[in-house]
């Protein structure tokens, strides 16, 4: 199949992260196999979602080394969204393609899977290999599955480049995400009570308000790295629920936060400066009222940053083959950091760009992919 034809049928896949992804992952598989291509898959935990992994071995059967092409089967949700038609049926207008994922980044995994039969008929010495990973929209949860599989198998990449939407630019460096699940227990009482309670909304409240005194420290005293648009470490609480009534104090509250830190600076230290807020201040304040008040800290999926080396080869050939040298860092986040954690040297980079991804009327322009197609192209040769 062409590449339209891939992102027609990959689009048609609803793989918002709820959903398994296991339908369009099996297409995958299936028609590599026709192609002569074993690929395998791993699983989460309870089998409903999985990551593909194939190698289209180099001359000789060689299956060590070479690139991997990278990308994430998952999409964000439609719900709320207005689309001015099926966002899971591809349609193209005015030289674009638009469907959810078409840009994040099924069009990248639509292109790569097309190129399958010219990368099979190339005389490369080196092997590609081709990664499909599920939940990287929900702090890239399911790519440590297969990333552990490769290392117990014992294949080793050179390099890898994941094709995100930047637009077919070289990105070689983005911050790192961290997720936080927040419960405040406290004590219910009568609001014509209050002193017999403990409040944890007004618990939560102070804890999410020091989170953004942390965030904004960040962001006065740096530390600084003036090449991403927010060229600091960031921290923000974006859900939160609790309480039952308007006259009962609430004895629950949960809420979530992020940071995104910047490379080189340990996640660790920045969830520190919370947590010592929390067994510092806040619970003694909340056991004077309620002795069995408590704070419960989960740390959720996260993601590591990518800092990727000017020195490495695939970072020197990916730079090469579009021709450019400028110094790009994003604030997104990418599996690439989890690559470049295995040892595997990686980039970014891929069609489309993220102005477009996870709003209504998500879009590729076919351009983006025929660019695509021609660096992909470039890749197979230079192996």
Avoid at 164 to 191: D, F, W
Avoid at 322 to 343: C, H, I, W
Wanted: aromatic residues 8%; proline residues 6%; glycine residues 8%.
């Amino acid at each position: 199949m062409d590449t339209r034809r891939w992102l027609e049928t990959l689009v048609g896949f609803d793989t918002t992260s709820r959903n398994s992804n296991l339908a369009l992952i099996e297409t995958a598989r299936d028609w590599l196999k026709e192609q002569g291509v074993q690929a395998w898959l791993a699983h989460n935990d309870d089998r409903t979602k999985a990551n593909l992994f194939a190698t289209l071995p180099g001359r000789d059967g060689a299956e060590q080394g070479g690139i991997v092409l990278s990308g994430h089967t998952d999409v964000v949700p439609v719900d709320g969204q207005d689309w001015t038609a099926d966002p899971f049926t591809l349609r193209e207008h005015d030289g674009r393609l638009y469907g959810r994922g078409a840009c994040d980044m099924k069009g990248f995994i639509a292109t790569a899977l097309a190129m399958v039969p010219e990368f099979l008929s190339m005389p490369r010495a080196k092997p590609l290999h081709l990664a499909f990973s599920f939940d990287e929209e929900v702090g890239c949860a399911g790519a440590p599955y297969m990333l552990a599989d490769l290392h117990e198998r014992g294949i080793r990449p050179e390099g890898c480049v994941v094709g995100e939407p930047t637009g077919m630019q070289v990105v070689v460096a983005h911050k790192g995400i961290n997720l936080y699940r927040c419960r405040v227990h406290g004590k219910a009482a009568h609001s014509s009570l209050t002193p017999h309670g403990c409040n944890a909304i007004e618990y939560a409240a102070r804890l999410i308000c020091h989170i953004r005194d942390v965030a904004d420290a960040y962001k006065a005293k740096g530390p600084y790295d003036t090449f991403y648009d927010v060229p600091f470490s960031t921290l923000t609480t974006n859900l939160i629920r609790g309480g039952i009534a308007v006259n009962t104090i609430p004895s629950e509250c949960e809420f979530a936060y992020e940071f995104r830190n910047l490379p080189g600076m340990a996640p660790d230290d920045i969830q520190r400066e919370v947590q010592h807020y929390v067994d510092e201040v806040l619970l003694p304040r909340m056991r004077r009222e309620f002795p069995e008040a408590r704070i419960d800290i989960e740390r959720g999926p996260a993601a590591p940053g990518l800092e990727a080396s000017e020195q490495a080869a695939i970072t020197q050939l990916v730079r090469a083959l579009t021709r450019d040298s400028a110094t790009r860092k994003v604030a997104y986040g990418t599996e690439a950091g989890l690559f470049q954690g295995m040892g595997i040297p990686t980039v970014v980079c891929g069609p489309g760009h993220i102005e477009q991804a996870h709003k209504p009327d998500e879009y590729v322009a076919m351009d983006q992919l025929d660019a695509c197609a021609a660096f992909l192209r470039r890749v197979g040769q230079s192996v």
